[in-house]
């Protein structure tokens, strides 16, 4: 099991920033992608942003230029730093997290969610 934990989410109003954090843990011997998920309302869950254990970044189209994403490997932790947000941003966001456990088994965990609304 790879435990994560969400914060960050919240309103904020069409313009402003929001910096949303995932921790995990357990028996992780390497993380090989960590990113997030964002799922509106009658929508799939799409995704937003990932990046490898290497560095290399993906993001959606609708989010480059106002979306940056970093891992802190030693903390086990990724960042998804959102500025600029419009209201289609609104959503419940979801880390996601692909690793490797002491094992050598290759795990994928889902944070429990967290709600960013934007207001216009």
């Known amino acids: 099991q790879v435990p994560l934990v969400e914060s960050g989410g919240g309103l904020v109003q069409a313009g402003g920033s929001l910096r949303l954090s995932c921790a995990a843990s357990?028996?992780?011997?390497?993380?090989?992608?960590m990113g997030w998920y964002r799922q509106a309302p009658g929508n799939e869950r799409d995704l937003v942003a990932t990046?490898?254990?290497?560095?290399?970044?993906n993001y959606a189209d609708s989010v480059k230029g106002r979306f940056t994403l970093t891992i802190d490997k030693a903390k086990k932790t990724v960042y998804l730093q959102m500025t600029f947000l419009k209201p289609e941003d609104t959503a419940t966001y979801y880390c996601?997290?692909?690793?490797?456990?002491?094992?050598?088994?290759?795990?994928?965990?889902w944070g429990q969610g967290t709600q960013v609304t934007v207001s216009s």
């Open positions: 357990g028996p992780i011997a390497r993380v090989n992608v």
């Open positions: 990046m490898t254990g290497s560095g290399s970044a």
């Open positions: 996601n997290v692909r690793a490797t456990d002491l094992w050598g088994i290759d795990r994928v965990a």
